[in-house]
């Protein structure tokens, strides 16, 4: 189990955030740590579906979007619909932190939502403040807003360099 929660980003325009945020994850499952990942604004990919699946019960996948396109090439209805989904998987998020259902949780890609205009940074206050002390949560997107400076403990600024 986790012994001192904190809240890390990784953010930047290199390649790779996700990548590090799940190869913390693992870490985390190998010392016997509950994940839960929650993904946005990302495709549908059966592959890494299956591959989670694998991973269960230390590691759990969990996408709310249905659509099977990027959400920027979606139209205004299905913008709605997958918005509205969107927000179904930011309210399982903070449900999971205040049940204590895991020791880990990786919003991956929830720095988009605020970046793309979907939601408000301070829609993801009451997330972060769900966490309980020994919780660790990991967000990843492009770029992490100011107004986020004072909930994050690490922030991980991966950057391409060609």
Known sequence: MTEKGYVQ???????????????????????????????FMKEKNDNESRFFQRLE??????????????????????????????RNGLNYAKKVLVTGECDVLILDEVLALVNEGIIECEELYPILDARSDDTIIIMTGRIMPEKLKDYVDYVSNIEALC
């Open 9 to 39: 980003v990784f953010c930047g325009n290199g390649e790779g955030k996700s990548s590090a945020a799940i190869g913390k994850g693992i870490l985390s499952a190998i010392d016997g740590n509950q994940v839960i990942v929650v993904q």
């Open 57 to 86: 019960p230390e590691i759990k996948l969990f996408r709310f979007e249905k659509m099977e396109i990027c959400f920027n090439d979606l139209s205004e209805d299905e913008k709605r619909e997958e918005i509205t989904n969107m």
